[in-house]
Structure formats: structure tokens, C-alpha cells
């Protein structure tokens, strides 16, 4: 079964810092080398919005309101993808998860893992 576990989130101050993680299981190494992994965020009410992409190659592509401030990476040994998250700011509070990029049918959102970022 091909799943998505996300990690990492938590409670932080603004101006701090936190490193998500995501692994993929259930599919093979040449699989996962070649999918776009990307993070997505989600507040409640509101449409899932896309905030970063590591593609095959290594490119990188951020949604403008964390560009500079976040940074995306892959491990394909690990078939992993983190989420490097600094000077976070209030609105950054969300639940992340990852995925595919574009989402497969045959795997399954994960749970997400949830950031708030308050004093």
C-alpha cells in the first residue's frame, strides 16, 4: 500500500524555525526517483494551497510568500522529502502535508502534520 507519512510539525514562536519530513512507502526506488514531491498547506475553511516542488532533477519552486524563507529537499534512499522552515511567521500556521506532483489516485494523502506558529 502506497502511503505518505508527514512529521515534523509543531508549536513554534515566530521568527523560529521547523523541519518537516515525509517518507513514501509501498513504492519502488525508480518510482519515487521519479515523481515531483511537493508540500502543500491547509487551513481550515479554506482550499489546500501549494507551497513548494523538488523535481526529479533537483529543481526547486516555492509559492512567493515563502520564498527565502523555506527550503525543500529529497532523499530518494530514503524516499523522503523535507520541508526546511525558517522565520516563520503566523500565517504559516497550517496543516502540511505532502504528495505527488500531480496527486496519484493510487496513494493516499497522509494525515499531515500540523505547524502553529504563535507567541
Known amino acids: 500500500q502506497k502511503r505518505l507519512v508527514e512529521s515534523g510539525g509543531g508549536l513554534v514562536q515566530p521568527g523560529g524555525s521547523l523541519r518537516l519530513s515525509c517518507r513514501v512507502s509501498g513504492i519502488i526506488l525508480s518510482v519515487f526517483n521519479a515523481y515531483t514531491m511537493t508540500w502543500y498547506r491547509q487551513v481550515p475553511g479554506k482550499q489546500r494551497e501549494w507551497v513548494a516542488n523538488?523535481?526529479?532533477?533537483?529543481?526547486?519552486n516555492y509559492v512567493d510568500s515563502v520564498q527565502g524563507r523555506f527550503t525543500i529537499s529529497r532523499d530518494n534512499g530514503k524516499r523522503s522529502v523535507y520541508l526546511q522552515m525558517n522565520s516563520l511567521k503566523p500565517e504559516d500556521t497550517a496543516v502540511y502535508y505532502c504528495?505527488?506532483?500531480?496527486?496519484?489516485?493510487?496513494?493516499?494523502w497522509g494525515q499531515g502534520t500540523q505547524v502553529t506558529v504563535s507567541s
Open positions: 504528495n505527488v506532483e500531480p496527486p496519484q489516485p493510487e496513494i493516499s
Open positions: 523538488i523535481t526529479p532533477g533537483y529543481v526547486t
